[in-house]
């Protein structure tokens, strides 16, 4: 018997990251759900890759798929964040919450400049509380990388949380999207992929480079 993969919402599904990562999980059997802030533009989305993938994919307002899932997944931009956060709230609770957001300000995004309390993914994890494991992750991949069926190994992935477990939910559902995935320690050692975010938008625009990524080097021996 195949196992049951828990439902994904992507919370902010509308947007490349958010299509993307939507894409990647329904090629690998999760059952997903679309979010958008209206959810006439969430139908939308959900019925244009369903009939890419072939998959039954539902469309909701944020807040509906919040409920309606598992694990939830939010990409939305740095100026939506808190606004959604609260949209959310309720609908988290008792899950695992995985934080993508990069705090960009523009028009300077190639510039590190990281929010009041050191991360954007801790400031979630203060303002939804204890009862949610917030996890973040997949600020330092390109979206145009995971719109198609090609594993990127050479894109690493840094996950940080306060929860080991849900941490590790997270690093294997990267790995299984095709992402080299690694333990990066608590929610504010997300402050180094947040602005490593800019730093690869500098990157990208002074090299040419479509979607420059990182690679951890080293390989690991027996896990801790």
């Known amino acids: 018997m195949s196992e049951q993969r ?12 958010g299509q993307g990562l939507a894409f990647q999980l329904t090629q ?15 139908e939308e989305s959900a019925r244009e890759l369903a009939e890419r993938t072939g998959s039954e994919i539902r ?3 944020n807040a509906a798929a919040a409920e309606a899932a598992e694990i ?13 956060l609260e949209t959310i709230r309720e609908g988290v609770q008792g899950k695992i919450f995985v934080d993508t957001t990069v705090p960009l300000v523009p028009p300077k995004v190639a510039r590190v400049q990281l929010p ?3 991360t954007a ?14 996890v973040s992750a997949f600020q330092n991949v390109a979206a145009a990388h995971l719109q198609d069926d090609t594993d990127h190994h050479d894109c690493d992935v840094l996950v940080c949380g306060n929860d080991k477990e849900a941490r590790a939910v997270v690093v294997r559902l990267a790995e299984e ?12 050692n997300s402050a180094v992929a947040e602005s490593l975010t800019s730093v690869l938008i500098f990157m990208n625009r002074f090299y040419k480079i479509n979607g ?3 690679q951890i080097t080293g390989e690991p021996g027996e896990a801790a």
């Open 6 to 17: 828990p439902t994904v919402a992507v919370i902010g599904g509308t947007g490349n990251l």
């Open 28 to 42: 690998r059997g999760y059952p997903v759900v679309i979010g958008s802030r209206k959810a006439d533009k969430a």
């Open 59 to 61: 469309g909701l307002d």
């Open 72 to 84: 939830v997944i939010m990409t939305v931009p740095w100026a939506h964040h808190q606004g959604t």
């Open 116 to 118: 009041e309390g050191g």
């Open 121 to 134: 993914a801790a400031q979630a994890q203060e303002f939804l509380g204890e009862n949610v494991r917030v």
């Open 177 to 188: 999207i095709g992402l080299r995935a690694w333990h990066a320690g608590s929610i504010y």
């Open 212 to 214: 420059a990524g990182i």
